[in-house]
């Protein structure tokens, strides 16, 4: 799951980029938006500093928004009409994976052969995209994950609902056609590895970052007057999705049973987002919770904010907590680590890698309410270890750049091509017979070909 470096220096000119379910330009926090987004667009603003254009296939959403945007200059984001504007979910969304394939095979085929490079496609839906784009324009096929349903079904939220079988069996297509494979962490390539039979030597490990220039320390009394906190207040917050996998009620009845053995205590609960996934199904539970527990006049809610406000937030807080079920990294630990506060972390997934546990901030094992409650109580009672431990995540954070990310990904590009370079010269051959031999896992017989070109067309999505 190493040696990448070892490849020749192959860069890409351009490269198609896919993310099917959500546009790197939504706001993170609503919807299906959240740390994904984020790093589609940061990496691919890197990318094109670099010298790779990029150009981001997805969903078009609203009648409103442009076929092209420019993102940032080498930076094209195409938003693609596929099924209704509105009403559809990433569940529903299998079943427009033709007309959205269609679209991008015909973007291509408006110029020479050759014109894209490399196909990186994000999350399953995207891999089931690139996996027939590659086919077709005979270039490699690198995935990201992101999140993997196998992971998330091990560990489900009281509540929420497991993914499809559908789901799974897509991303087994997806792992088993790609030509390499970036995981978050050491972690997730052992996921894959394990749970899906990835390949260990394709499969590239490329943490994911912050954008260190924005998320960085300062005044605590200046960002609370921003937002309209008060100074005296000690501030717990949580940034992201509100939904059962992100587990913001584990903070809330952590806060209710603090409060319950320390009456007296000024603590503010400060949740930033907005409902997404199953929290739709009841977008006002966590206010409903907080009454339900008597701690109402504790807990207060900002909807999603943009990364100007959102630096205000991480830095108007004691500490910020990130108790998800699942997380293949945790962005939030990383970018509120960088604005100097430190973070409360379940102990899943990559936010091991995320947190420094005891340097940093604390990993709680579990989602046990006495567990976080005690917790919470043993770094907000000590300011001089928070202290210390802010001053320790600003250092960590600097670990993890998109500079550095998108470096990595050049690497894993660099050894797609040199592979994909490799075989045709092996091969001896044209474009003609190249799909024949794109890699042993990856050969389909006429068969199984059309068995799944059959599937793309029956796909009426996978319901909850």
């Given amino acids: 799951m190493d040696g990448v470096s070892e490849r020749p220096d192959l860069r890409p000119n351009r490269i198609a980029v896919l993310s099917v379910h959500t546009s790197p330009l939504a706001q993170p926090?609503?919807?299906?938006?959240?740390?994904?987004?984020?790093?589609?667009?940061?990496t691919a603003i890197q990318?094109?500093?670099?010298?790779?254009?990029?150009e981001?296939?997805?969903?078009?959403?609203?009648?409103?928004?442009?076929?092209?945007?420019?993102?940032a200059p080498g930076v094209l984001v195409r938003n693609v009409v596929a099924g209704p504007f509105e009403g559809l979910d990433k569940y529903d969304l299998p079943s427009q994976l033709c007309p959205f394939t269609a679209e991008v095979l015909r973007q291509e085929a408006r110029h020479q052969p050759g014109y894209y490079d490399l196909v990186h496609s994000h999350y399953w839906l995207s891999g089931q995209v690139g996996w027939l784009a590659r086919d077709r324009w005979r270039v490699p096929l690198v995935h990201t994950a992101h999140t993997l349903a196998a992971v998330?079904?091990?560990?489900?939220?009281?509540?929420?609902?497991?993914?499809?079988?559908?789901?799974?069996?897509?991303?087994?297509?997806?792992?088993?056609?790609?030509?390499?494979?970036?995981?978050n962490t050491a972690e997730e390539a052992r996921q894959l590895v394990d749970l899906y039979g990835a390949a260990p030597d394709r499969v590239d490990v490329v943490p994911p970052g912050a954008d260190l220039s924005r998320y960085r320390p300062g005044e605590k009394a200046t960002a609370?007057?921003?937002?309209g906190l008060a100074a005296d207040e000690q501030?717990?917050?949580?940034?992201?999705?509100?939904?059962?996998?992100?587990?913001?009620?584990?903070?809330?009845?952590?806060a209710a049973e603090l409060l319950r053995t320390q009456p007296v205590r000024k603590l503010r609960v400060l949740i930033v987002g907005g409902p997404s996934g199953t929290g739709l199904d009841r977008p006002d539970a966590l206010i409903e919770l907080a009454a339900e527990l008597g701690i109402a006049e504790h807990v207060t809610f900002l909807p999603p904010q943009p990364p100007d406000r959102l630096v205000w937030v991480y830095r108007a807080a004691d500490l910020v907590a990130v108790p998800s079920y699942n997380e293949s990294f945790g962005l939030v630990a990383i970018e509120a680590q960088a604005s100097g506060t430190p973070v409360l972390a379940a102990d899943v997934g990559g936010l091991g890698?995320?947190?420094?546990?005891?340097?940093?901030?604390?990993?709680?094992?579990?989602?046990?309410?006495?567990?976080w409650a005690g917790a919470l109580g043993y770094l907000l009672d000590d300011p001089e270890r928070l202290r210390r431990m802010s001053a320790r995540a600003v250092g960590h954070a600097a670990?993890?750049?998109?500079?550095?990310?998108?470096?990595?990904?050049?690497?894993?590009?660099?050894?797609?091509?040199s592979d994909f370079r490799e075989l045709r010269s092996e091969l001896g051959t044209g474009r003609a017979t190249l799909s024949e031999h794109v890699r042993p896992a990856a050969v389909l017989t006429e068969g199984s070909q059309a068995r799944s070109r059959a599937l793309c067309r029956r796909r009426t999505g996978a319901h909850r």
Avoid at 29 to 42: K, R
Avoid at 165 to 178: C, F, L, P, W, Y
């Fill in 29 to 42: 926090g609503t919807g299906d938006a959240g740390g994904m987004n984020v790093y589609v667009l940061q």
């Fill in 47 to 54: 990318l094109a500093l670099r010298g790779t254009k990029v």
């Fill in 56 to 71: 981001i296939f997805t969903r078009a959403t609203t009648s409103s928004v442009p076929p092209v945007q420019e993102a």
């Fill in 152 to 183: 998330k079904n091990a560990a489900l939220a009281d509540g929420d609902c497991p993914e499809p079988m559908t789901r799974e069996i897509g991303e087994k297509q997806v792992i088993a056609e790609s030509d390499r494979m970036v995981a």
């Fill in 224 to 227: 609370r007057a921003e937002l």
């Fill in 235 to 254: 501030i717990v917050a949580f940034v992201g999705r509100i939904q059962p996998l992100k587990a913001p009620d584990v903070l809330v009845r952590a």
């Fill in 353 to 371: 890698t995320a947190v420094r546990h005891g340097e940093t901030g604390l990993l709680v094992p579990g989602h046990a309410t006495t567990e």
């Fill in 399 to 417: 670990n993890f750049s998109w500079e550095h990310t998108a470096d990595g990904l050049l690497d894993s590009y660099s050894a797609a091509l």
